[in-house]
T-cell receptor, first 113, second 110 residues
Framework: EAEVAQSPRYKITEKSQAVAFWCDPI?????LYWYRQILGQGPELLVQ????????DSQLPKDRFSAERLKGVDSTLKIQPAELGDSAMYLC???????????FGPGTRLLVL | QQPVQSPQAVILREGEDAVINCSSS?????VHWYRQKHGEAPVFLMI?????EQKGHEKISASFNEKKQQSSLYLTASQLSYSGTYFC???????????FGQGTRLTINP
């Protein structure tokens, strides 16, 4: 069964360092999502791509976060510089169509010291 | 705007039934339901589109009341494997993104 791949699974970094997360969606899925999930809360959308275009990044802290999906397939989410409050689970999901069922990857658990 | 889920937590014995509710103050286009086990990613359960439909997945079903902007998830004859946190995600009319509720933690005891 096809799955969403993410790496790394865990990342420990120091405050002010740069970090990057990678996501490879299910083949053929045009829509890709990056979410941040704080323990005990629901996922919060950071950015949504339709193919290579951003369709929603209203909750992305653009002064430090950036996301790209250059060829409309895999995607990278970057944080520079990382802050203590960025410690969370970063989830990538994909769907075949806009507003369709979303399939999540295993996530990257980030700890900023 | 974030949908409101109730209850926040439920503890059941195996075989008992549960209902989890999800309410929005906005006109909804669709409601998604996901289950997340501790330390794992959310898993898709079902989508309901406006129109008051009801869907089923084994012993888990859901309804969507478009007029009340509410959805309910029904778990019947619960099994130990049903334990986890259930999230509803709502998409409002005219918007593309999904907004998740704060979750309902379901614990099933033997």
């Amino acid at each position: 069964e096809a799955e969403v791949a993410q790496s790394p699974r865990y990342k420990i970094t120091e405050k002010s360092q740069a970090v990057a997360f990678w996501c490879d969606p299910i083949s053929g899925h045009a829509t890709l999502y990056w979410y941040r999930q704080i323990l005990g809360q629901g996922p919060e959308l950071l950015v949504q791509f339709q193919d290579e275009s951003v369709v929603d990044d209203s909750q992305l802290p653009k002064d430090r976060f950036s996301a790209e999906r250059l060829k409309g397939v895999d995607s990278t989410l970057k944080i520079q510089p990382a802050e203590l409050g960025d410690s969370a689970m970063y989830l990538c999901a994909s769907s075949q169509m806009d507003r369709g069922a979303q399939y999540f990857g295993p996530g990257t658990r980030l700890l900023v010291l | 705007q974030q949908p409101v889920q109730s209850p926040q937590a439920v503890i059941l014995r195996e075989g008992e039934d549960a209902v989890i509710n999800c309410s929005s103050s906005k006109a909804l286009y669709s409601v998604h339901w996901y289950r997340q086990k501790h330390g794992e990613a959310p898993v898709f359960l079902m989508i309901l589109l406006k129109g008051g439909e009801q869907k089923g997945h084994e012993k888990i079903s859901a309804s969507f009341n478009e007029k009340k902007q509410q959805s309910s998830l029904y778990l019947t004859a619960s099994q130990l494997s049903y334990s986890g946190t259930y999230f509803c995600g709502t998409a409002i009319q005219g918007a593309q993104k999904l907004v998740f509720g704060q979750g309902t933690r379901l614990t099933i005891n033997p």
